[in-house]
């Protein structure tokens, strides 16, 4: 088994910052890669950015240059730093993370979300 586990999110007003944390753990070989997704209401999961396990990390165009996606490969974790936040970003953000488990199979993993609010 593997476990996504996220941590971060909150309240914050428009123009702030904002930290998020995602953990994989368990029977992982090996990561492929490690991002988040998001989903505001009424709308599809999409992509915020990914980093893959070549280092190449994929943005979406609405957070290009306000957010920054880092890793720490021992901690099999990954850091989104959200800078600059508006209130389009108010949403659930999920964690996925491509693994390939100890039986050589590929799977994706989520965690279960947690919520960004920005407001004022």
């Known amino acids: 088994q593997v476990q996504v586990v996220e941590s971060g999110g909150g309240l914050v007003q428009p123009g702030g910052s904002l930290r998020l944390s995602c953990t994989a753990s368990?029977?992982?070989?090996?990561?492929?890669?490690m991002g988040w997704y998001r989903q505001g209401s009424g709308n599809q999961r999409e992509l915020v950015a990914l980093?893959?396990?070549?280092?190449?990390?994929n943005y979406a165009d609405s957070v290009n240059g306000r957010f920054t996606l880092s890793r720490d490969n021992a901690k099999n974790t990954v850091y989104l730093q959200m800078n600059s936040l508006k209130p389009e970003d108010t949403a659930v953000y999920f964690c996925?993370?491509?693994?390939?488990?100890?039986?050589?199979?590929?799977?994706?993993?989520w965690g279960q979300g947690t919520q960004v609010t920005v407001s004022s």
């Open positions: 996925k993370a491509e693994v390939q488990t100890l039986s050589l199979n590929k799977f994706d993993y």
């Open positions: 368990g029977s992982i070989f090996s990561l492929f890669a």
């Open positions: 980093i893959r396990n070549s280092g190449n990390t």
